[in-house]
C-alpha cells in the first residue's frame, strides 16, 4: 500500500485567521459608531474590495439563469445601500444611533452589545465577507 501525502494547507490560512481574530477583538473593543470601529470597518473592506478588483477568476457562462441572478442581488444591493446612506444622512448626529431613522448597525446594536456577542458579530461578519469575496 501506498500513502497519500498529506494535504498541507495554504501558506496563508494562519496569518488570515489570527489577523481576523485581532481584527475582530479590535472592533469588538470599539465604541459603536465611533471613527476607530469606521475605520475598522473601511480600511480591511477598501483592501479586500481592491484585492477582489484585481483578481481575475475565470469567466462563467453568461445564461438567462446568472443574469436574473445579477438584476435581483444586484437591486437588493442597491437598495440596501439607499437606506443605509438615507438613514445616516438623515441622523441629527453621525457619532450617536438615531431612532428615527435607524441603519443597520443601530438596528443590530441591541443584540450587539455585549463584548462576546460583538466579537461573534465582528467574526461574521468577516466570515461572510471572506465568503462573498471568494466565490
Same mark, same amino acid.
Given at each position: 500500500?501506498?500513502?497519500?501525502? #498529506? +494535504?498541507? %494547507?495554504? =501558506?496563508? *490560512?494562519?496569518?488570515? @485567521?489570527?489577523?481576523? $481574530? &485581532?481584527?475582530?477583538?479590535?472592533?469588538?473593543?470599539?465604541?459603536?459608531?465611533?471613527?476607530?470601529?469606521?475605520?475598522?470597518?473601511?480600511?480591511?473592506?477598501?483592501?479586500?474590495?481592491?484585492?477582489?478588483?484585481? #483578481? +481575475?477568476? %475565470?469567466? =462563467?457562462? *453568461?445564461?438567462?439563469? @446568472?443574469?436574473?441572478? $445579477? &438584476?435581483?442581488?444586484?437591486?437588493?444591493?442597491?437598495?440596501?445601500?439607499?437606506?443605509?446612506?438615507?438613514?445616516?444622512?438623515?441622523?441629527?448626529?453621525?457619532?450617536?444611533?438615531?431612532?428615527?431613522?435607524?441603519?443597520?448597525?443601530?438596528?443590530?446594536?441591541?443584540?450587539?452589545?455585549?463584548?462576546?456577542?460583538?466579537?461573534?458579530?465582528?467574526?461574521?461578519?468577516?466570515?461572510?465577507?471572506?465568503?462573498?469575496?471568494?466565490?
Amino acid at each position: 500500500m501506498t500513502r497519500e501525502p #498529506a +494535504r498541507s %494547507e495554504p =501558506s496563508w *490560512r494562519v496569518p488570515l @485567521l489570527a489577523a481576523s $481574530a &485581532v481584527l475582530a477583538a479590535g472592533g469588538a473593543a470599539t465604541r459603536p459608531f465611533s471613527w476607530s470601529a469606521t475605520a475598522l470597518v473601511g480600511v480591511p473592506a477598501a483592501v479586500v474590495a481592491v484585492l477582489a478588483w484585481r #483578481a +481575475r477568476p %475565470e469567466q =462563467s457562462p *453568461r445564461t438567462a439563469r @446568472l443574469r436574473r441572478g $445579477a &438584476v435581483v442581488w444586484s437591486t437588493l444591493l442597491v437598495v440596501a445601500a439607499g437606506w443605509e446612506v438615507y438613514a445616516l444622512a438623515r441622523q441629527p448626529d453621525w457619532t450617536r444611533p438615531s431612532a428615527e431613522h435607524p441603519t443597520l448597525s443601530t438596528l443590530l446594536d441591541p443584540a450587539l452589545e455585549q463584548w462576546p456577542l460583538r466579537f461573534a458579530g465582528w467574526l461574521v461578519w468577516l466570515g461572510v465577507g471572506w465568503w462573498l469575496v471568494s466565490r
